[in-house]
């Protein structure tokens, strides 16, 4: 039970939203600043828990994602400040992770209109990472026998400001595909703005908690309670979990999220209207259907370029795979 | 089969058992604890060491300013949980991190207040060490020269202990090592002969290396009284020092005195190192940085036999044959305490275990059970793929060896014979029975024998009895 634990961190950096975010006309403004030095904190304490503990931050920024630090890799340079008033891991992870977000803001042009925010590039590296660590290839590591108990039970922490992309769709639910098959549990604290459909399905289907952040002074005690525990922990501290997971999917064609969608009977893709061949497998459905399924739909439903083709019946209910 | 299923619930209870230093500071008065409490790194090192759940209640109590009512705390417990809750609550009083947890839950002012500090840096104790300034003579010292060090420092007591009274000289490790040795009763001198090992100190060489720092470390600690030092500052030194680099070069001018008078204590364990003994910068060693942690505390690879110490280098088959691929002279006597060793060559020892060999083992104090887990510990890689790891064959022998030597069973006592008649023997075995301290009787020869606890009673009993006849 009490074995090394390693977290990747993906931290959600548009700056619109922050600024958002830190306007005081909301309950809580909670300034970009303050989240930093919260989330900094949290990060120690994961440090602070065991020596072994393992960490890897990511950082998503408009239009690109990118690992600000890992522990298996730390800070190169080795500046002998030597602050005796903490702890020498603290100060590498701390000052690593603020130097390369200012970085990386500062590479950011000011354009107007704002690149669309890398949080699934971030979640795909955070994944692969884990990958790595835990399936460590036997020609680097020569002939050490790993034994499975002493690898640690990974997880993913997203800290997330921005609304859905519902372009995300198809990468996201993949991405939470590969993260069950290598059983890692994506935590979701969303700490700014309406939630997000995809993220709450992310945490739900790995078996992670899900906040909505409420009371935004006090970001940390909530990312203590609810995200830090590991896996077996949480058998003996219950963590909060969304009652009520909004399951709906985006569709392939036109990226909406829909209520009622049509899904390919051969490659379960969805379609917010009928259509006579999938665009995903090239399947061609029969004509009768396709009308069928058009007089069955409410008039105000039928889109407006709404030539009457064929389409697969179907409720979707439940996101399927896309593949 | 059974062999299989008692190894595995081993294993659970060994990882459930909170760190040996707990106990000792939980026997602390509040008032050391709380001067412990003011520095932040004494305060992460102790976080450290507490079981996780521990851990995990002190972090959700860390951040808040006022106190929680038990039962908002007590509601996040799920149900299966309860137990080790209630276990966590009591452990963290009886530390003094958390007062009073049966009606409001709120940290130790002074202990929030450091790991705050810890968490967060800040401050000006430096309580996590200063680093010394570049030295211009010397270079600074290198992780393998350090390790080495260690290594030599670690290897030279155990060696010393292990070949105590084998006739072989082995180098003597300090003064204040063998003083520290005998007081632990892992070794002692009979009739003011040289040291000899102890059945204590048998066990000892079978532990881990962690296992056997923290208790050489404890019984320093035991011994921080006599020798009138303050506890707080050698606890605070040891915690200091596991929050250090390895490779870093820090100053003695920042420590107490009491903290300056350790550094020969511990440069002796090979804890840290120094240049000259008069120098005015030391460094920790593998061994000091790891004492909160479970990473190995001796670099791998001490020797040449390519990494073997990590990894393990024991081989055992079925025919209690043993391969150990070492030229480790330490782990040759250590295996010699158990096994029949036949050949050696440069990098590898043949033995096989022996009844003989398991039997000395035994009557020098070792147990079966810590055979068995210095083999499963340090099994070859090779081993590892079997299922299970030591063959079943063997280790069921060395249980039955080890049973074999309880057949007999010594208890003291007093044994009542000469009755005068068949009546007054019945009537006392009787009287003896009921008290339930009958070891032994024999009707025929009118004699039974009983318990020492029991002796009074019946001498009381038969006493009257006569007593009242005359």
Same mark, same amino acid.
């Given at each position: $039970?009490?074995?090394?634990?390693?977290?990747?961190?993906?931290?959600? !950096?548009?700056?619109?939203?922050?600024?958002?975010?830190?306007?005081?006309?909301?309950?809580?403004? !909670?300034?970009?600043?303050?989240?930093?030095?919260?989330?900094?904190?949290?990060?120690?304490?994961?440090?602070?828990?065991?020596?072994?503990?393992?960490?890897?931050?990511?950082?998503?920024?408009?239009?690109?994602?990118? $690992?600000?630090?890992?522990?298996?890799?730390?800070?190169?340079?080795?500046?002998?400040?030597?602050?005796?008033?903490?702890?020498?891991?603290?100060?590498?992870?701390?000052?690593?992770?603020?130097?390369?977000?200012?970085?990386?803001?500062?590479?950011?042009?000011?354009?107007?209109?704002?690149?669309?925010?890398?949080?699934?590039?971030?979640?795909?590296?955070?994944?692969?990472?884990?990958?790595?660590?835990?399936?460590?290839?036997?020609?680097?590591?020569?002939?050490?026998?790993?034994?499975?108990?002493?690898?640690?039970?990974?997880?993913?922490?997203?800290?997330?400001?921005?609304?859905?992309?519902?372009?995300?769709?198809?990468?996201? $639910?993949?991405?939470?595909?590969?993260?069950?098959?290598?059983?890692?549990?994506?935590?979701?604290?969303?700490?700014?703005?309406?939630?997000?459909?995809?993220?709450?399905?992310?945490?739900?289907?790995?078996?992670?908690?899900?906040?909505?952040?409420?009371?935004?002074?006090?970001?940390?005690?909530?990312?203590? $309670?609810?995200?830090?525990?590991?896996?077996?922990?949480?058998?003996?501290?219950?963590?909060?979990?969304?009652?009520?997971?909004?399951?709906?999917?985006?569709?392939?064609?036109?990226?909406?999220?829909?209520?009622?969608?049509?899904?390919?009977?051969?490659?379960?893709?969805?379609?917010?209207?009928?259509?006579?061949?999938?665009?995903?497998?090239?399947?061609?459905?029969?004509?009768?259907?396709?009308?069928?399924?058009?007089?069955?739909?409410?008039?105000?439903?039928?889109?407006?370029?709404?030539?009457?083709?064929?389409?697969?019946?179907?409720?979707?209910?439940?996101?399927?795979?896309?593949? | 089969?059974?062999?299989?299923?008692?190894?595995?619930?081993?294993?659970?209870?060994?990882?459930?058992?909170? *760190?040996?230093?707990?106990?000792?500071?939980?026997?602390?008065?509040?008032?050391?604890?709380?001067?412990?409490?003011?520095?932040?790194?004494?305060?992460?090192?102790?976080? =450290?060491?507490?079981?996780?759940?521990?851990?995990?209640?002190?972090?959700?109590?860390?951040?808040?300013?006022?106190?929680?009512?038990?039962?908002?705390?007590?509601?996040?417990?799920?149900?299966? /949980?309860?137990?080790?809750?209630?276990?966590?609550?009591?452990?963290? %009083?009886?530390?003094?991190?958390?007062?009073?947890?049966?009606?409001?839950?709120?940290?130790?002012?002074?202990?929030?207040?450091?790991?705050?500090?810890?968490?967060?840096?800040?401050?000006?104790?430096?309580?996590?060490?200063?680093?010394?300034?570049?030295?211009?003579?010397?270079? @600074?010292?290198?992780?393998?020269?350090?390790?080495?060090?260690?290594?030599?420092?670690?290897?030279?007591?155990?060696?010393?202990? #292990?070949?105590?009274?084998?006739?072989?000289?082995?180098?003597?490790?300090?003064?204040?090592?063998?003083?520290?040795?005998?007081?632990?009763?892992?070794?002692?001198?009979?009739? /003011?002969?040289?040291?000899?090992?102890?059945?204590?100190?048998?066990?000892?060489?079978?532990?881990? @290396?962690?296992?056997?720092?923290? &208790?050489?470390?404890? &019984?320093?600690?035991?011994?921080?009284?006599?020798?009138?030092?303050?506890?707080?500052?050698?606890?605070?030194?040891?915690?200091?020092?596991?929050?250090?680099?390895? /490779?870093?070069?820090?100053?003695?001018?920042?420590?107490?005195?009491?903290?300056?008078?350790?550094?020969?204590?511990?440069?002796?364990?090979?804890?840290?190192?120094?240049?000259?003994?008069?120098?005015?910068?030391? %460094?920790?060693?593998?061994?000091?940085?790891?004492?909160?942690?479970?990473?190995?505390?001796?670099?791998?690879?001490? %020797?040449?036999?390519?990494?073997?110490?990590?990894?393990?280098?024991?081989?055992?088959?079925?025919?209690?044959?043993?391969?150990?691929?070492?030229?480790? @002279?330490?782990?040759?006597?250590?295996?010699?305490?158990? #096994?029949?060793?036949?050949?050696?060559?440069?990098?590898?020892?043949?033995?096989?275990?022996? =009844?003989?060999? #398991? =039997?000395?083992?035994?009557?020098?104090?070792?147990?079966?059970?810590?055979?068995?887990?210095?083999?499963?510990?340090?099994?070859?890689?090779?081993?590892?793929?079997?299922?299970?790891?030591?063959?079943?064959?063997? &280790?069921?022998?060395?249980?039955?060896?080890?049973?074999?030597?309880?057949?007999?069973?010594?208890?003291?006592?007093?044994?009542?014979?000469?009755?005068?008649?068949?009546?007054?023997?019945?009537?006392?075995?009787?009287?003896?029975?009921?008290?339930?301290?009958?070891?032994?009787?024999? @009707?025929?020869?009118?004699?039974?024998?009983?318990?020492?606890?029991? *002796?009074?009673?019946?001498? /009381?009993?038969?006493?009257?009895?006569?007593?009242?006849? #005359?």
């Amino acid at each position: $039970m009490d074995k090394s634990s390693h977290i990747s961190v993906v931290l959600d !950096l548009s700056p619109s939203q922050w600024h958002l975010s830190s306007l005081p006309h909301n309950p809580y403004p !909670l300034s970009f600043k303050s989240f930093l030095s919260q989330v900094l904190a949290f990060l120690n304490l994961h440090i602070a828990s065991k020596h072994e503990n393992t960490l890897a931050v990511f950082g998503a920024f408009p239009g690109k994602s990118v $690992m600000l630090y890992s522990s298996s890799n730390p800070a190169s340079d080795s500046s002998d400040s030597g602050n005796p008033n903490i702890y020498r891991p603290f100060e590498i992870v701390d000052s690593r992770v603020v130097t390369r977000i200012e970085e990386e803001l500062e590479l950011i042009d000011d354009k107007e209109e704002e690149a669309p925010i890398g949080l699934v590039g971030a979640l795909t590296k955070a994944l692969c990472y884990i990958n790595r660590i835990t399936h460590p290839t036997t020609s680097t590591q020569s002939t050490i026998v790993e034994d499975p108990a002493i690898l640690p039970d990974p997880r993913i922490l997203i800290l997330s400001v921005s609304p859905d992309l519902s372009t995300s769709y198809i990468p996201i $639910m993949n991405s939470i595909f590969s993260a069950q098959k290598l059983k890692v549990i994506i935590d979701v604290c969303k700490v700014y703005g309406p939630n997000t459909v995809f993220l709450e399905q992310a945490a739900h289907l790995t078996g992670g908690s899900y906040v909505y952040l409420e009371r935004r002074d006090a970001l940390l005690q909530h990312l203590v $309670m609810s995200h830090l525990p590991s896996p077996a922990l949480r058998k003996l501290m219950a963590v909060p979990t969304q009652e009520k997971i909004d399951f709906r999917a985006a569709c392939f064609c036109h990226k909406n999220i829909i209520d009622v969608g049509f899904v390919c009977s051969v490659c379960l893709s969805i379609f917010c209207a009928p259509v006579p061949v999938c665009s995903t497998c090239r399947t061609k459905f029969p004509i009768k259907t396709l009308q069928r399924l058009n007089a069955s739909r409410a008039p105000a439903l039928r889109p407006v370029n709404g030539a009457a083709k064929t389409s697969a019946p179907s409720t979707p209910s439940l996101p399927s795979t896309p593949r | 089969m059974s062999g299989a299923n008692r190894d595995s619930t081993n294993d659970v209870n060994s990882e459930d058992l909170p *760190h040996t230093l707990l106990p000792f500071l939980q026997s602390q008065s509040q008032n050391t604890l709380t001067r412990l409490y003011q520095r932040p790194s004494a305060c992460l090192s102790m976080f =450290r060491l507490l079981p996780p759940l521990d851990r995990q209640l002190v972090m959700n109590l860390l951040w808040l300013e006022s106190a929680v009512p038990a039962a908002t705390m007590g509601a996040w417990v799920t149900r299966e /949980g309860r137990k080790l809750y209630d276990v966590a609550l009591l452990n963290l %009083s009886r530390l003094h991190i958390l007062p009073n947890p049966s009606i409001k839950l709120s940290l130790n002012g002074t202990f929030k207040a450091s790991l705050r500090q810890a968490i967060i840096g800040g401050g000006t104790d430096g309580s996590f060490g200063t680093v010394a300034p570049k030295d211009d003579k010397h270079l @600074p010292i290198s992780i393998e020269v350090l390790d080495a060090y260690a290594v030599e420092r670690w290897e030279t007591i155990l060696h010393y202990m #292990v070949s105590s009274g084998t006739g072989q000289l082995p180098t003597k490790p300090s003064p204040g090592v063998l003083f520290l040795l005998q007081r632990s009763g892992l070794m002692s001198s009979v009739h /003011g002969s040289a040291l000899q090992i102890t059945s204590a100190g048998f066990q000892f060489l079978l532990h881990s @290396p962690h296992d056997q720092l923290w &208790q050489l470390l404890l &019984q320093y600690l035991h011994m921080a009284e006599e020798r009138e030092m303050d506890l707080v500052e050698i606890l605070s030194f040891l915690f200091m020092l596991s929050t250090m680099e390895l /490779g870093k070069e820090y100053s003695v001018e920042s420590l107490s005195v009491t903290q300056k008078a350790m550094l020969e204590d511990l440069r002796d364990y090979g804890l840290i190192w120094q240049r000259r003994a008069s120098s005015r910068r030391f %460094s920790p060693t593998r061994l000091a940085t790891t004492l909160t942690s479970l990473l190995p505390p001796l670099p791998t690879a001490t %020797s040449s036999g390519a990494g073997s110490q990590d990894q393990g280098f024991i081989v055992l088959e079925t025919n209690y044959r043993l391969y150990a691929y070492t030229d480790n @002279p330490l782990q040759t006597a250590v295996l010699n305490l158990f #096994v029949t060793l036949k050949y050696r060559f440069p990098n590898l020892v043949v033995g096989s275990i022996t =009844r003989d060999s #398991v =039997r000395k083992a035994l009557a020098n104090g070792i147990t079966a059970d810590q055979i068995i887990s210095y083999l499963t510990t340090h099994a070859h890689p090779q081993m590892r793929k079997n299922k299970p790891l030591i063959p079943v064959t063997v &280790q069921d022998q060395i249980r039955l060896w080890e049973l074999e030597r309880n057949r007999l069973k010594s208890q003291e006592g007093y044994l009542y014979t000469a009755f005068a008649s068949q009546a007054d023997y019945e009537y006392v075995l009787k009287y003896a029975r009921q008290l339930n301290v009958v070891l032994w009787e024999n @009707p025929a020869k009118r004699c039974f024998f009983g318990s020492l606890e029991g *002796h009074s009673n019946i001498r /009381g009993f038969i006493e009257r009895r006569t007593g009242g006849q #005359v």
